[in-house]
């Protein structure tokens, strides 16, 4: 089993910047897809991004530009550093890893989540 913890969420202006951290225990061997979901009020989770064991990484398009999606596999951790946040981009902000063995292309990765969820942090843009 993973355990995955985030934390850095929190209330920032438009334009601001937060960091975003996950750090996974437990079988952390296993793990090799890594990424972050949001999830605004009445609306479904989506992928921000994705970075796989080898580091290739993929956004969706409305973080681009702006989202920078890193792992560091020493500390077991995954980092999301958002930049000139929108309103907009305010939602709950989940870690997610996978454990699938080969490791997944990150087309793949970015299509269907991982099994391993963290409890979510709260990213709150204002205007």
């Known amino acids: 089993q993973v355990q995955l913890v985030e934390s850095g969420g929190g209330l920032v202006q438009a334009g601001g910047s937060l960091r975003l951290s996950c750090a996974a225990s437990?079988?952390?061997?296993?793990?090799?897809?890594m990424g972050w979901y949001r999830q605004a009020p009445g609306k479904q989770r989506e992928l921000v991004a994705a970075i796989t064991s080898g580091g290739s990484t993929n956004y969706a398009d409305s973080v681009k530009g702006r989202f920078t999606i890193s792992r560091d596999n020493a500390k077991n951790t995954v980092y999301l550093q958002m930049n000139s946040l929108k309103p907009e981009d305010t939602a709950v902000y989940y870690c997610?890893?996978?454990?699938?063995?080969?490791?997944?292309?990150?087309?793949?990765?970015?299509?269907?989540?991982?099994?391993?969820w963290g409890q979510g942090t709260q990213v709150t843009v204002s205007s």
């Open positions: 997610n890893a996978d454990s699938y063995h080969p490791p997944r292309p990150i087309l793949v990765v970015t299509t269907t989540p991982g099994d391993y």
């Open positions: 437990g079988s952390i061997f296993s793990i090799n897809a």
